[in-house]
């Protein structure tokens, strides 16, 4: 029971195919449908829980919050423009969208919103602003295993950092940790929110993504 208990935890090397995974990029059923948006929604409040608990925030929220305070943008709007932008980096890259692109860029900045203005904002107490964080985090992992191995695309973020792969041959892992960097410091030039949530993000999110991934597929085809 203890070693089931462990392998069910254990994080995914790979992205499985599950049965909702789709043949192209922009082949809808229902269940594909609904996983997919279900998995943006609460990605978008997993990213909501982290920035409540104001202990910082992941490095694409710091350029939204940034943004927002110098613009009369909500977070919400601030996170659409700002992925809508990305998007159009991906002309000269040669990369195509999916459906999953699109509703990433809608449903993510919507559920945000929504999150934002649901979840009480946490300043004093330290133990409930870890515990958001650290939910936070889970939830964002639980829901881009979702979004993800729905085979629709891939957000606008990710799209940017395989087509910089591709086009200039530098590691993704590079790639992605020079992107982050970058969009963190502006947005923390913007007054956007870096701290302990954002080192933790930046340390855990991967492994929470493929411990998800994981539980996907043990679920899937147990």
Excluded at 7 to 20: G, M
Aim: hydrophobic share 55%; with cysteine.
């Amino acid at each position: 029971m203890d070693n089931k208990f462990i392998q069910f935890f254990k994080p995914s090397k790979v992205v499985p195919l599950t049965p909702w995974t789709a043949p192209s990029r922009w082949s809808l059923n229902p269940i594909r449908f609904f996983i997919l948006i279900f998995g943006l929604t609460i990605f978008g409040f997993g990213e909501a829980l982290l920035i409540q608990s104001t202990l910082g925030n992941s490095p694409w929220a710091v350029l939204s919050q940034g943004l927002s305070k110098h613009t009369p943008l909500s977070l919400g709007w601030s996170t659409f423009l700002i992925s809508l932008v990305v998007l159009l980096v991906w002309i000269p890259l040669k990369q195509w969208p999916g459906f999953g692109t699109v509703a990433n860029i809608i449903v993510i900045a919507f559920a945000l919103q929504i999150g934002t203005d649901w979840f009480p904002i946490q300043h004093h107490n330290f133990l409930v602003r870890f515990l958001y964080a650290v939910a936070g985090i889970a939830i964002i992992g639980i829901g881009s295993s979702l979004y993800i191995t729905c085979g629709l695309g891939p957000g606008p973020r990710d799209g940017l950092m395989t087509g910089l792969h591709r086009v200039t041959g530098i590691r993704v892992g590079r790639v992605r940790l020079t992107l982050e960097i970058i969009v963190m410091t502006i947005g923390w030039l913007l007054g956007g929110r870096v701290g302990l949530g954002t080192l933790m993000f930046a340390l855990f999110i991967g492994n929470a993504f493929a411990i998800a991934l994981n539980m996907v597929r043990k679920l899937t085809w147990a």
